[in-house]
Each structure stands twice: as C-alpha cells, then as structure tokens.
C-alpha cells in the first residue's frame, strides 16, 4: 500500500522470545489517525530499531541490528532488495544528511552473540557505498552491550549527539574532525537513565527519560521537561517534519502518542495489542 501524507512508519517486532525481547520483525503502517493500513513482516527473526526515510525517493530504510538487515520500501509501499552495508554489523540507527549521506549507528557493543559488536558510527553515500567509520565513546548501557543505539544531528550537521541506551549520557561527536566532544547531557537523578533522542530545528535535544521528555538546550541545560502519558517505557521519539511537535513510544506498554510542543499535551494517543515491541517511528510521507 502506498503510504499517504501525514502516514506513519512503525516497527512493532511481533515479540516471540520474551526473555530477549525478540521476534519476527515488522513493520506498521498507520494513519494519521493511528489506525494500521499495512503490516509488512522483513522476514527476519530480531527487532528493527530504527526508521529513516530518505529525502527525495521517499524510501524508508529500517535498520534490525540483531538480524544484521537493512530493510527497504519504496515510496508506492513495495519491499526493495536490502541493502548490505556494513555486512555482518549490527546497524540499529540511521539518518540521512544534508548531503544526502547516510549515518549509521552500531547498535550493539558485546563480546557474546547476538549482541556482538564495536559500536562504531559508519557513513555511506546515497546509494549506499561505504566512506569511512567513526570511533565515538559508548558506553554499553546498563547491559553492557549497547553502542550507539539513538543518533541526531545538531544544526550545524557536522556535530552527532547519540546515547547509548539505559546509559546516563547524551554523547556528542564532530563528524567533520572526527573527535570526540564534551557531554551534551548526563542525567544524575535516580534511575539515571536515557533512551531516545531527537534534535530540533533550535538546536534543542529531547532525551527521553521513560516517564519523562526533557528538552536540552545546546548549553546542556535542561530547559523544560514535559510529563509523559502514564507509563515507564517511554523510549523513543522523532520530531515532526514542521519542528511543532514530537512523536513519542511506550516500548513496554506499545503506546504511541504525538505531543504538542508548545502546549504539552499528548494530542492524540493510542495502546497497540502488543506485550511490548514498538521501537520507532518515522513520517512516511
């Protein structure tokens, strides 16, 4: 099915292996109205964890980094051949630059299977041709085994904030001089924990905090803080295309819901049939 405007890209990974949180990996597409359209398995046994739909073709790329896949659809909601990478990496989050090149986080950072991996940051041109990767600072999470799990690109699209998921830390690295640079955020609060990420069009970052959002200025203040819809596993979150408003999930309780910005309400909301296992979410069109 074609995606429509104001359609939304979900991964909602039908969860087999509740003690690793795995399962056939798929992919939802929604109304603007959060009603399911399409269900589009990838035919992989993991869990995709990042959405990036590319500027001009319009194809979502979704990104599985236990399956070691890169899952593409085109623009009239047909499946396209996958795209290898970084064969035998763990890819889990991309985004596309101004240039058109494509960023890609290594989700994982372990020594044991199925969570092996360096953590590194890869970059690719358009049509998906490696250019060189990056060694950023991760720091495995609370499991140990995370790398660059969230990944957004600051204004100046040279500077990479990122985290490694259930960390306290929003990392920042200069793509162009590939170093390292000082923290954006460390959250010191109990539990002290960060999850998803996403950059605005002022250069402020939301970090979600699993109950909570909270907006951090470049300063690495916490500028406000909005109180999400009841739950704990608030984790991931993508920016409208307009900078107004932020689409925000509930990994444990499969609920999506898009607040306003502005006002900080949850403008509309809904709780899938799921045990858990919505990921990501990404503007079809």
């Known amino acids: 099915m ?14 087999t292996d509740k003690a690793l949180r ?25 869990m995709v964890s990042g959405l ?11 990104f599985d980094p236990t399956a070691r896949r890169v899952t ?11 795209m290898a990478l970084a064969p035998g990496r763990g890819l889990g989050s991309g985004l596309f630059m101004a240039n058109g090149d494509l960023l890609c986080g290594e989700h994982l950072s372990g020594d044991f299977p199925p ?6 940051l890869y970059r690719f041109d358009a049509q998906g041709r490696f250019i060189r990767k990056y060694g950023p600072q991760v720091n495995g ?7 660059l799990t969230h990944i957004t690109l600051m204004k100046d699209g040279r500077t990479l904030a990122y985290v490694s998921e259930t960390g306290s830390t929003v990392y920042r690295y200069d793509i162009a001089e ?3 640079l000082a923290p954006l955020y460390v959250r010191t609060d109990p539990p002290g924990m960060v999850f998803g990420i996403a950059g605005l069009p002022d250069d402020d970052v939301l970090v979600m905090c699993g109950a ?17 819809p009841e739950g704990r596993g608030w984790s991931f979150v993508r920016v409208t295309k307009d900078g107004r408003k932020a689409w925000c999930g509930d990994f444990f309780a499969a609920t999506l819901a898009r607040i306003d910005l502005a006002s900080g309400e949850a403008e509309i909301q809904r709780r899938f049939d799921l045990p858990f296992g919505l990921t990501c979410v990404a503007e079809a069109a």
Request: charged share 20%; net charge positive; glycine share 14%.
């Open 2 to 15: 074609k995606p429509a405007p104001g359609d939304l890209w979900v991964a909602a990974t039908l969860v």
């Open 22 to 46: 795995l399962g056939l990996s798929r992919l939802w597409l929604l109304s603007a109205e959060l009603e399911v359209k399409a269900e589009i398995p990838t035919g992989a046994f993991g």
């Open 52 to 62: 990036a739909v590319q500027p001009g073709s319009g194809v979502l790329w979704a």
């Open 72 to 82: 593409r659809i085109g623009p009239d909601g047909a499946m396209l051949p996958d």
């Open 115 to 120: 969570f092996q991996g360096d953590g590194r």
């Open 141 to 147: 999470g609370m499991s140990g085994f995370l790398g």
């Open 178 to 180: 590939a170093r390292q």
């Open 212 to 228: 909570e959002m909270r907006r951090i200025a470049p300063e690495g203040v916490v500028r406000r803080t909005y109180k999400l």
